[in-house]
């Protein structure tokens, strides 16, 4: 699996660090507030988990699971929704975790199913963002890294399923995906 990696773009104890750090400043926003942070499957599962080990205040957590059509290494816009929230999110003051915003189209469509719901608040944390590819402008509010438009995977992120358990992120080698 190394052996397909070009680059570590952040590793492990940087990643680390900064996730620890948001957390924190998460915790801060939303003191009192009983948050629902909203795990997107499933690039997000192991960035989620580890932040809200940082955030010293009561909260819930949920999952959403979506799919985008179309294969590839591009996200295609329409949207899916194969698991959705468990419980009411009227009146809540919602956290949408997301791992990567890339062209923004996948957070845009998520943020306007949450703002049907009668919320209270809505705002989105990303370990990353790649504003270099954005068709959708969509405000995140809490973002770890901004990194270039490169083919990155780990800590979440996957090419076609795999590279998801690599506790870095990384750069995947060309060769690998063309
Ligand atoms: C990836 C990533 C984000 C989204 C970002 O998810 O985890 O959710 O794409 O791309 P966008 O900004 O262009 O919409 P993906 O659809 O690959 O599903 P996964 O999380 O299960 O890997
Ligand atoms: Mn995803
Ligand atoms: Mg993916």
Redesign the pocket.
């Given at each position: 699996m190394l052996n397909d990696i070009k680059d570590v773009l952040i590793d492990e104890k940087t990643l680390k660090k900064r996730v620890s750090e948001l957390g924190k400043e998460l915790a801060e926003e939303y003191k009192g507030k009983n948050p629902l942070v909203i795990c997107?499957?499933?690039?997000?599962v192991l960035f989620m988990s580890d932040l809200v080990q940082s955030m010293d205040i009561p909260l819930e957590i949920d999952f959403m699971a979506?799919?985008?059509y179309g294969t590839g290494t591009?996200?295609s816009?329409e949207v899916r929704i194969l698991k959705d929230l468990d419980k009411s999110v009227e009146g809540r003051d919602l956290l949408i975790i997301?791992?990567?915003?890339?062209?923004?189209?996948?957070?845009s469509y998520l943020i306007k199913i949450f703002k049907d719901r009668n919320t209270n608040s809505i705002k989105v944390c990303s370990l990353l963002d790649k504003p270099e590819?954005r068709?959708s402008e969509v405000e995140i509010d809490f973002v770890g890294f901004a990194v270039p438009d490169e083919f990155v995977v780990g800590y979440?992120?996957?090419f076609a399923?795999k590279y998801?358990n690599l506790p870095f992120i990384g750069v995947l080698k060309e060769e690998v995906y063309v």
């Open positions: 997107v499957l499933k690039g997000s979506i799919s985008s591009r996200s816009g997301e791992d990567i915003v890339d062209s923004g189209l996948t957070l590819r068709i979440g992120l996957d399923e998801r």
